[in-house]
């Protein structure tokens, strides 16, 4: 797949929403902000090659999220001795069990942002819109 050029060109600096026409350098306010930490390079890559580096960069950061958003269950600890009672550090919280349970309700987590109403609160995955967060109010309410 051919990706269509751009008149604008993608912003080196992730966060920053300003336009820029060179992808080798960042936007006017952003470089007054960083004058003391940014500098030319002693090898000028091209447009080309400076869009392909960051694309390469931000394709190994989607991947490293897409990885982290697989929750995976944790295995059950093995019994080593039959019949010994393993010791409190070798027992698995109860709550840790049913949050591995495949029939378990989703886990909420706090401090996560709700996609309807774009506050921070105590959250579950969004079952219909993977990748998002959804809290109780708003859960009820859609």
Not at 21 to 42: F, K, N, Q, T, V
Not at 68 to 76: G, V
């Amino acid at each position: 797949m051919t990706a269509t050029p751009s008149l604008v060109a993608e912003y080196p600096l992730p966060g920053c929403i300003n336009l820029v026409d060179d992808p080798r350098w960042p936007c006017g306010d952003c470089e007054a902000a960083l004058a003391g930490y940014i500098r030319s390079s002693a090898q000028q890559a091209t447009g080309e090659e400076a869009t392909a580096m960051l694309a390469e960069r931000d394709e190994a950061v989607a991947a490293i999220y897409a990885e982290r958003r697989i929750m995976t269950p944790l295995p059950e600890p093995a019994e080593t001795t039959p019949g010994a009672e393993p010791g409190p550090q070798a027992r698995r919280p109860t709550a840790t069990r049913a949050a591995a349970a495949p029939d378990a309700s989703p886990e909420r987590k706090r401090n996560q942002l709700c996609w309807v109403c774009e506050e921070r609160h105590t959250c579950r995955p969004d079952p219909n819109h993977p990748g998002r967060w959804i809290c109780k109010t708003c859960e009820a309410i859609t």
